[in-house]
């Protein structure tokens, strides 16, 4: 019997998505399963949603009534290894980069699919094991802001910040150190993650801009703070949260979908409170990805509900 690939729906759970409008600060589900957990939704220039599942890339056309698995619909990708929930669409349109299971990047286009494009060659790192899980490509697409993971020959495992040439695979560090660094995004020019290099034991979100070495501290509370995601227009920092004291970011936690104000990523010197736009069931695979809209009016997550 072959293994299950992917994440699987614990007994008496659902996989959910939603999509949550900005303006009106209202919540709409558009998909419900009980048998296919979906994960990391990015949004289509045509509002159609990505996610994976199953190892797999799928299409989900949200529309005027609640979705289940049969509206999904599988994006080819021959030879490409089962993916995780790390996947970016790229700023065309045309294609969405994945991070497989193997540790190496691929070009999947889209909505088609068809054949993938590998971008890099974990192979090259030999004998430190190395796989990358890539969390953004900057606005022009020439760019790929990924987690490097690393584990080397004495077992020691670390992830940091990476960007990475589409063209040639080649990693180029921005930190080299024993802070645990995950969920890098682009802000425009700007580059936005979580990291423990402030707070060690509690992630943080944090932001560096052009030019410089050292990254910022946005966020400052008891909270465990993930996947910092800014709007297209920078209006808005979304991102998750999770009570004090959760180490990583697993599944199937009480969690927060909080918003703070864009301009903090640019350097504006305001106290504010951030603001929980939802309270789920989830964690792992809600907002693991950029989940904004085209036009920064709404976003899409996931969450995990079980039964009583």
Not at 1 to 21: A, F, I, K, N
Not at 124 to 150: C, M, N, Q, S, W
Request: glycine share 10%.
């Amino acid at each position: 019997m072959s293994e299950p690939r992917g994440r699987q729906l614990l007994p008496g759970q659902t996989s959910r998505v939603h999509v949550y409008d900005v303006e009106s600060r209202t919540s709409r589900l558009v998909f419900e399963s009980s048998t296919l957990l979906v994960e990391a939704p990015n949004v289509l220039p045509d509002g159609t949603l990505v996610l994976n599942g199953d190892g797999d890339l799928w299409l989900l056309r949200p529309g005027g009534r609640v979705l289940d698995e049969t509206a999904l619909v599988r994006v080819p990708m021959p030879g490409v290894p089962e993916i995780n929930n790390d996947h970016v669409l790229d700023p065309s349109g045309n294609s969405v980069v994945v991070s497989a299971r193997d540790g190496d990047l691929y070009r999947v286009p889209v909505p088609a699919g068809g054949a993938a494009a590998t971008l890099t060659d974990v192979t090259t790192a030999l004998p430190v094991v190395r796989k990358f899980y890539l969390h953004g490509i900057a606005p022009d697409g020439e760019t790929l802001a990924a987690i490097v993971g690393e584990r080397t020959e004495e077992g020691v495992w670390t992830t940091d910040v990476a960007l990475v040439d589409p063209a040639t695979g080649d990693p180029t560090f921005l930190t080299r150190d024993a802070y645990p660094d995950d969920g890098v995004a682009f802000a425009g020019e700007m580059l936005v993650w979580n990291s423990e290099r402030f707070t060690p034991g509690t992630a943080q979100l944090v932001a560096l801009w052009p030019g410089a070495t050292d990254p910022v501290r946005i966020t400052n509370d008891d909270r465990v703070n993930w996947f910092p995601h800014v709007s297209p227009d920078g209006a808005h920092l979304l991102y998750l949260s999770y009570e004090p004291g959760v180490q990583g970011h697993p599944a199937d936690h009480r969690v927060e979908l909080r918003l703070l104000p864009g301009s903090l990523v640019r350097g504006a010197r305001i106290a504010v409170q951030p603001e929980t736009l939802v309270t789920l069931d989830g964690g792992q695979g809600t907002v693991n990805v950029p989940p904004w809209s085209p036009d920064s009016r709404w976003f899409a997550y996931c969450d995990y509900p079980v039964a009583p």
